[in-house]
Antibody, heavy 121, light 107 residues
Framework: EVLLVESGGGLVQPGMSLRLSCAASGFTFDDYAMQWVRQAPGKGLEWVSGISWNGGTIDYADSVKGRFTISRDNAKNSLYLQMNSLRSEDTALYYC??????????????WGQGTLVTISS | DIQMTQSPSSLSASVGDRVAITCRAS??????LNWYQQKPGKAPKLLIYGASTLQSGVPARFSGSGSGTDFTLTISNLQPEDFATYYC?????????FGPGTKVEIK
């Protein structure tokens, strides 16, 4: 069974940092690109960042570029999101997602349950 | 970046109805269009990828169509468990973007 379990969320003040983690199991982690998607309370989905299977290709949404860093450790089957200079608008539930490997359209076929990040003074 | 829009933003329908949700991309994305369903308090679920291919396990009452910039998600014979919010997402560019969502409510 494919499982994605996020952790690391919490309440922090503006300007602070957080590191999110996603533990993957039930599939060959280094066969897949991975993505972070977030959802502000009561709002829609926002793609945040993506990383290829080997970390060679990384992309960020404009809203987080220069502040967030995505990374992965294939030996630990883990995905990370380092979030610096946090703002109130970063408050959201952060989902770890898997991009289907053998499908050209790269749909996000598995999602974790999310970890909540709250930025407030 | 590619912008995605959806219409309507919400709709009310009855069990057994046929509903259609439209998604439009700001530039051509061929068929790099995926649809997700999200129920309250739950993670999104992949329904359709490549504009028209049903994800394994998704009921056949869901269907997708379109290419280029205009796409449609159709739900035939709406069931109680289909009341949810639906999002389109483009995967043509690696900076994936989602539509704003369409909430399907019970009439």
């Amino acid at each position: 069974e494919v499982l994605l379990v996020e952790s690391g969320g919490g309440l922090v003040q503006p300007g602070m940092s957080l590191r999110l983690s996603c533990a993957a199991s039930g599939f060959t982690f280094d066969d897949y690109a991975m993505q972070w998607v977030r959802q502000a309370p009561g709002k829609g989905l926002e793609w945040v960042s993506g990383i290829s299977w080997n970390g060679g290709t990384i992309d960020y949404a404009d809203s987080v570029k220069g502040r967030f860093t995505i990374s992965r450790d294939n030996a630990k089957n883990s995905l990370y999101l380092q979030m610096n200079s946090l703002r109130s608008e970063d408050t959201a539930l952060y989902y770890c997602t898997r991009a289907a490997a053998t499908i050209a359209f790269r749909p996000l076929d598995y999602w974790g349950q999310g970890t909540l990040v709250t930025i407030s003074s | 970046d590619i912008q995605m829009t959806q219409s309507p933003s919400s709709l009310s329908a009855s069990v057994g109805d046929r509903v259609a949700i439209t998604c439009r991309a700001s530039q051509s994305i061929a068929t790099y269009l995926n649809w997700y369903q999200q129920k309250p308090g739950k993670a999104p679920k992949l329904l359709i990828y490549g504009a028209s291919t049903l994800q394994s396990g998704v009921p056949a009452r869901f269907s997708g169509s379109g290419s280029g910039t205009d796409f449609t998600l159709t739900i035939s014979n709406l069931q109680p468990e289909d009341f949810a919010t639906y999002y389109c997402q483009q995967s043509y560019r690696t900076l994936f973007t989602f539509g704003p969502g369409t909430k399907v409510e019970i009439k």
